[in-house]
């Protein structure tokens, strides 16, 4: 590869103020966990569809591969670039255009650099709703959520971002532009290309735009912590929530008493207003009706959970800032693990009806085998989505445990989880973290089919070469 031709190449693409080559690039080469250190050739910045298509054309040109990144707050290290000094990282978050809100349609259509948060708040600001959150959306971009089929707290009742997607903006590995942007509810021409995109992380084409499905906003919006013994309350719990609140019931996010102690510890001036216990859950319903006939509902449902000794305690939110309080600490878990220290991530996804059972079996076989080890138990309990991670024992050194034992662990958790059916990358996707176990836990079907996909779209591998397959 000529780099200074490529270079050259990259500065006629897109002005050379927004190809940043040498100097500390940091910021784009290392990734939130600061697990994964990269080092790019360039970080370039396009600000329009028609430059990343040029960016594309230049790489191919120069047989250079290309790393998309948005906010880089990616989990599994898909979005930083490798140590080679030979790749091309791509960030899209000089495109944050606001294209267009058709409220009639109830549709969206956004840059993919777009931060989700400005987004939510663009919907609100018209009256509605873009029911798409989790913990990273004030620096993740609607590109990234759509990479990586982002999934956050309201998927129980909206669905991960596949479902909020009506269309996209994709530049192929030819540096072709697809526009599939039309808001269609129904649309069944052939193959869809729209959801081979939505989940791919940047190994098949860069997403530049996006169309998404707004909803209208709730009346009324009500959060609840209820204190609960163990976890198979917890789910009888969301099964008594999804009788009496149907699909009013948005978000059910469980934290055990370890993840909280831990904020405890590092965000001491977090309010926790219900005592300790081994299971937290906080409820989040949402309804159409006025807020006092919501929020006897509410009350009617944590009533009937403490008559029949499902809960322990509880406490609703009196208001909109006592409501984000509440999110505000269930948020702060991951933010409060990586203070601690580094530790092994699982975003794994089981039927909800096995994890009490998945959780008592996995939690016996890892104390059993390193003893003092701490659990980090939290995540989306509605939609069988489980943070399980695991911190090395106190005042071991975590670099030095987790070198030593992360694969073994992984493979405790991985073994179970495939054991009871369940998934070992629920919502944050394969990256380079997870690869080898996708290789290797994947049918052999699956991976043939997926990479005749990435033969097909993607024959010379240029496109975020080395993550996912
Ligand atoms: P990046 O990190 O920049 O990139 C992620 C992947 O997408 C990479 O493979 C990258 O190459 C690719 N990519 C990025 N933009 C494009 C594009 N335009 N076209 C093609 N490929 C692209 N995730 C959840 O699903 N649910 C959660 O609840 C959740 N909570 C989180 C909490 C915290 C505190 C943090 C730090 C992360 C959390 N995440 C969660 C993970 C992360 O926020 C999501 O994966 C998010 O969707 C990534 O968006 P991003 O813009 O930061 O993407």
Not at 373 to 398: C, K, M, S, W
């Amino acid at each position: 590869m000529n780099r200074a031709a490529l270079l050259d190449a990259l500065r006629a693409a897109v002005g050379s103020s927004q190809v940043l080559a040498g100097g500390d690039l940091s910021a784009w080469e290392l990734d939130w966990r600061k697990r994964w250190r990269g080092k790019a050739l360039a970080v370039v910045r396009p600000g329009s569809t028609a430059e990343v298509a040029a960016v594309v054309q230049a790489c191919a040109a120069h047989g250079a591969s290309l790393v998309p990144q948005g906010g880089n707050t990616g989990l599994v290290g898909g979005g930083v670039p490798d140590d080679s000094g030979t790749q091309v990282l791509l960030s899209l978050t000089r495109m944050n255009r606001v294209r267009a809100l058709d409220a009639a349609n109830l549709t969206l259509t956004v840059d993919a650099g777009c931060v989700l948060q400005t987004l939510q708040q663009t919907a609100a600001d018209a009256g509605l709703l873009l029911p798409l959150s989790l913990a990273a959306e004030g620096s993740c971009t609607i590109g990234g959520n759509l990479a990586t089929n982002a999934g956050g707290t309201q998927v129980l009742r909206y669905g991960n971002a596949r479902e909020l997607c009506l269309g996209l903006e994709v530049v192929t590995a030819d540096g072709e532009v697809w526009n599939g942007l039309a808001g269609l509810r129904k649309d069944n021409t052939g193959y869809d290309l729209r959801d081979l995109f939505i989940g791919s992380e940047g190994t098949l084409g860069i997403i530049t735009a996006a169309t998404l499905k707004l909803h209208p906003q709730p009346a009324a919006s009500l959060t609840a912590l209820a204190a609960c013994a163990d976890l198979k309350q917890c789910v009888a719990l969301l099964a008594l929530s999804q009788s009496r609140l149907a699909s009013g019931l948005t978000g059910f996010e469980v934290m055990g008493d370890f993840a909280l102690a831990l904020v405890r510890r590092h965000f001491p001036h977090l309010p926790q207003p219900l005592a300790a216990s081994p299971w937290t859950v906080l409820l989040e319903f949402a309804d159409s009706e006025g807020v006092d006939s919501a929020r006897a509902r509410f009350e009617a449902l944590l009533e009937a959970a403490l008559e029949q000794a499902l809960i322990s305690d509880a406490a609703v939110a009196e208001s909109i800032a006592q409501s984000a309080a509440l999110w505000h600490l269930r948020e702060s878990i991951p933010l409060a693990q990586s203070e601690e220290g580094l530790n092994v991530k699982h975003d794994i996804a089981l039927p909800v009806s096995a994890i009490p059972e998945f959780v008592e079996h996995t939690d016996a076989a890892l104390r059993a085998a390193y003893p003092g080890i701490r659990l980090v138990n939290f995540g989306h309990l509605g939609d069988g989505n489980l943070h399980y991670n695991v911190q090395a024992p106190e005042g071991t050194p975590a670099g030095e445990f987790l070198g030593a034992h992360e694969h073994g662990i992984n493979r405790i958790v991985y073994d179970a989880v495939q054991a009871h059916a369940g998934s070992f990358s629920a919502e944050h996707g394969i990256g380079a973290l997870k690869r080898d176990e996708l290789a290797e836990r994947k049918s052999p079907v699956a991976l043939k089919l997926m990479r005749a996909i990435k033969q097909a779209l993607d024959p010379q591998n240029r496109m975020n070469p080395g993550r996912v397959l």
